[in-house]
């Protein structure tokens, strides 16, 4: 038994294939993989991809995010040609980084910007887990931490929508390093008072859940999101122990502590709006 | 010695049992070996030096593991003085994966802490084989805060495979934990220091190394996943563990050059191990030199100096043919 601790170790979740495939819909037919009916793509757009059926989230793209959320004409990208090098010289790994930039016309797993919410202007940052499983290499790390830096130059808060199955294995150590990098960063926006609000979608695990996802003055979560620091599997091996069902939803979290809100998708602009001012005359304390 | 032999050293050990029985075969009789000896010996010096300096990533991961590696622990007693143990994280209980107190180093004040491995199974159990829960990583918190308030500079040791991937560990935090650790650490006043003694397993070990100074020994690792876990996540086979320490640049030459360490600290031939008191002597020069530098610093001076270390820390470049994608 002890020795299983040993072996195959994965420190973080991850997401299948399978997973994968299921959650991203494509064409103009979806089926809603909770309770399989099928819909026009469009008819769920129109309800930000909440299945009209069960309640479902279903995954959104960080530009479906933006427009949800932001006022229309507001959003302005920033860091848009920052893009992947090879640092660990792995095979495939530049393939792969630019066949999902073909797929999603991202350039990486995130998109930075700022924009205004019912007239108050945010900075954001939306990771998108079409792209390599929103896993965080040095790109994102850097987009992630330049954004938090221009909120602190420009005196505005930050939302971070955060979907990721953690630490991007192609860059090695540089990746494990992004967690530092990005709660570095946030050290300092918090020190001059800035306001930091984490909106973790499904999936949000390993390094990313363990760094900037976390460290919210505010920690929500979408419904069922999965959320977690080791991958289920591993600790079942770990443990020898079957877990629940609804071990590391948002809703797990929320029951032990973790989280201050599980938040309805169509209730997330309005919660949102509220906090921004309740916080419009603080956050200047530099 | 035989049963904690790697793989990679077996010529090096059969070689010396070879002398070691010549020696007492000449002792015991009549015949004289001492030329056969003298020519081994010099032998199994060219072959110490070939086999030891030619380690490949792979033999380093083992020599990270060697059950007789020397621990945080261990180091303490050798580096400082006056060390008292604190323990408990005021929440929940003590982590005993998680060792840390106060102590003397050079007459200095300093606070220590560090992962802390189990010698043998019992030891090993009640110290969860160095993988800490939430409460260990809150305990090294709050020792941190408190080197803050009273001016210590915190030197960290860092040797585990990972944060314990538990259901209770999830249920407490661990994530959180670790989060925490990491952005407070970045701004604590005073100096940190950070030492890889042995195993830098990801995010586990990432969680009391964020400082000023991060060395690691010679022969220990650092990597965002164990060779294991990457072999089965990349091709889908752990057995290919050896093919992933290669390619997963996980070594402390390969760290240095990809400019996440400040350096490397030499091992004593053979490995840490061999000889733990010239290893502690090359651990307290870097800790010595580290703290005189970082002590002309002023707190602000120090926080600057931090921040821009780890806004380095990366590899990206650019596409000039994609524009902004407009959004709405």
């Given at each position: 038994?002890?020795?299983?601790?040993?072996?195959?170790?994965?420190?973080?979740?991850?997401?299948?294939?399978?997973?994968?495939?299921?959650?991203?819909?494509?064409?103009?037919?979806?089926?809603?993989?909770?309770?399989?009916?099928?819909?026009?793509?469009?008819?769920?757009?129109?309800?930000?991809?909440?299945?009209?059926?069960?309640?479902?989230?279903?995954?959104?793209?960080?530009?479906?995010?933006?427009?949800?959320?932001?006022?229309?004409?507001?959003?302005?990208?920033?860091?848009?040609?920052?893009?992947?090098?090879?640092?660990?010289?792995?095979?495939?790994?530049?393939?792969?980084?630019?066949?999902?930039?073909?797929?999603?016309?991202?350039?990486?797993?995130?998109?930075?910007?700022?924009?205004?919410?019912?007239?108050?202007?945010?900075?954001?940052?939306?990771?998108?887990?079409?792209?390599?499983?929103?896993?965080?290499?040095?790109?994102?790390?850097?987009?992630?931490?330049?954004?938090?830096?221009?909120?602190?130059?420009?005196?505005?808060?930050?939302?971070?929508?955060?979907?990721?199955?953690?630490?991007?294995?192609?860059?090695?150590?540089?990746?494990?390093?992004?967690?530092?990098?990005?709660?570095?960063?946030?050290?300092?926006?918090?020190?001059?008072?800035?306001?930091f609000i984490s909106y973790m979608t499904h999936p949000t695990t390993g390094g990313v859940s363990a760094s900037f996802a976390s460290l919210g003055d505010y920690n929500f979560a979408e419904p069922k999101a999965l959320i977690g620091f080791a991958g289920r599997r591993i600790i079942e091996q770990t443990i020898r122990e079957k877990l629940p069902d609804d071990f590391q939803t948002a809703e797990f979290l929320y029951k032990h502590g973790q989280l201050d809100r599980v938040i309805h998708r169509s209730e997330m602009k309005k919660i949102l709006t509220t906090i921004l001012d309740i916080h419009q005359d603080g956050g200047d304390r530099s | 010695m035989k049963k904690n032999v790697l793989p990679f050293e077996k010529p090096v050990v059969e070689l010396r049992e070879k002398i070691a029985e010549l020696k007492k075969i000449s002792g015991d009789s009549e015949v004289d070996l001492t030329e056969e000896i003298g020519r081994l010996e010099e032998r199994l010096e060219h072959l110490e030096r070939e086999v030891y300096e030619n380690m490949a990533p792979w033999d380093r991961v083992q020599m990270a593991r060697h059950a007789e590696r020397p621990t945080t622990l261990d180091y303490i007693e050798q580096l400082f003085t006056d060390f008292l143990e604190m323990h408990g994280d005021r929440y929940h209980s003590d982590d005993e994966a998680i060792v840390g107190g106060i102590a003397k180093f050079n007459g200095q004040p300093v606070t220590v802490v560090g992962h802390q491995r189990g010698k043998d199974t019992k030891e090993n159990i009640r110290r969860n084989f160095g993988m800490p829960h939430p409460e260990g990583y809150r305990k090294a918190l709050r020792l941190m805060y408190q080197a803050e308030k009273f001016d210590r500079p915190i030197i960290t040791f860092i040797d585990t495979k990972g944060a314990y991937p538990g259901k209770a560990a999830e249920e407490r935090g661990q994530s959180e934990a670790i989060a925490k650790n990491l952005r407070e650490m970045a701004g604590l006043t005073v100096p940190i220091i950070c030492i890889v003694i042995g195993e830098g397993g990801s995010g586990g070990a990432l969680g009391i190394s964020v400082g000023d100074k991060l060395f690691m020994l010679e022969n220990s690792t650092y990597s965002v996943i164990s060779p294991e876990g990457a072999a089965a996540l990349l091709w889908k086979d752990s057995n290919l563990a050896k093919k992933a320490a290669e390619s997963m640049k996980i070594?402390?030459?390969?760290?240095?050059?990809?400019?996440?360490?400040?350096?490397?600290?030499?091992?004593?031939?053979?490995?840490?191990?061999?000889?733990?008191?010239?290893?502690?002597?090359?651990?307290?020069?870097?800790?010595?030199?580290?703290?005189?530098?970082?002590?002309?610093?002023?707190?602000q001076e120090l926080l600057d100096q931090r921040w821009r270390k780890y806004e380095k820390i990366g590899s990206t470049t650019s596409v000039l043919e994609r524009t902004e994608t407009p959004v709405n």
């Open positions: 038994m002890l020795r299983d601790i040993f072996n195959k170790k994965r420190k973080y979740a991850t997401i299948s294939k399978q997973a994968e495939r299921e959650d991203v819909p494509e064409g103009l037919m979806m089926k809603c993989p909770s309770c399989r009916k099928i819909y026009y793509r469009k008819e769920l757009e129109k309800n930000n991809l909440i299945c009209l059926n069960c309640d479902h989230h279903h995954p959104m793209s960080a530009k479906e995010r933006i427009n949800a959320l932001m006022d229309a004409n507001t959003f302005e990208e920033w860091d848009v040609q920052l893009t992947s090098a090879n640092p660990l010289e792995f095979p495939d790994y530049i393939e792969k980084v630019e066949k999902d930039q073909k797929k999603t016309g991202m350039n990486e797993a995130v998109m930075t910007g700022k924009g205004k919410i019912n007239g108050y202007e945010s900075a954001i940052a939306v990771m998108d887990s079409r792209f390599r499983m929103g896993s965080m290499g040095s790109v994102v790390g850097e987009k992630i931490s330049r954004a938090i830096e221009k909120a602190r130059e420009e005196r505005l808060p930050i939302i971070i929508f955060t979907a990721s199955g953690g630490a991007r294995m192609q860059e090695g150590v540089l990746s494990l390093m992004q967690m530092s990098k990005t709660s570095v960063a946030l050290e300092r926006f918090s020190r001059s008072g800035g306001l | 070594t402390s030459y390969d760290l240095k050059e990809l400019g996440v360490i400040d350096g490397v600290i030499e091992e004593v031939q053979g490995g840490a191990h061999r000889d733990i008191d010239s290893q502690a002597n090359k651990i307290k020069e870097v800790i010595e030199s580290s703290l005189h530098e970082l002590s002309q610093l002023s707190e």
